[in-house]
């Protein structure tokens, strides 16, 4: 019964931030590979950042990286996205997903190649 609700989008100008959260409940937030994603209208959903929560190993797209942290906390069992000088092409839905880790071939937890469960979204506008 894993239930992923987003919040903080809202509307700020090129070079603001934002930080976006995820209440996760159902499962612990440990258990799981949690990503966010976006989509902009007309164009297709994107991965953004993924966090394997047991180590807090991290993946950023290249159009985020050193703009963006990904991040969870255990105890609110919730996931975290800090967005730092937003662009106006980034303007867009986004979703924080969640998939349970797996065993990797190295016996090490991974993140699966695809996500499981979904958030509704929460806009993001930048304007100039």
């Known amino acids: 019964q894993v239930h992923l609700v987003e919040s903080g989008g809202g509307s700020v100008q090129a070079g603001g931030s934002l930080r976006l959260s995820c209440a996760i409940t159902?499962?612990?937030?440990?258990?799981?590979?949690m990503g966010w994603f976006r989509q902009a209208p007309g164009k297709e959903r994107e991965e953004v950042a993924r966090?394997?929560?047991?180590?807090?190993?991290?993946t950023y797209a290249d159009s985020v990286k050193g703009r963006f942290t990904i991040s969870g906390d255990n105890a609110k069992n919730s996931l975290y996205l800090q967005m730092n000088n937003l662009e106006p092409e980034e303007t867009a839905k986004y979703y924080c997903?969640?998939?349970?880790?797996?065993?990797?071939?190295?016996?090490?937890?991974?993140?699966?190649?695809?996500?499981?469960?979904w958030g509704q979204g929460t806009q993001v506008i930048v304007y100039s």
């Open positions: 966090i394997l929560a047991i180590d807090g190993s991290t």
């Open positions: 997903a969640a998939v349970i880790r797996k065993r990797g071939i190295d016996s090490n937890w991974v993140c699966p190649p695809s996500f499981s469960y």
């Open positions: 159902g499962y612990a937030y440990s258990s799981y590979c």
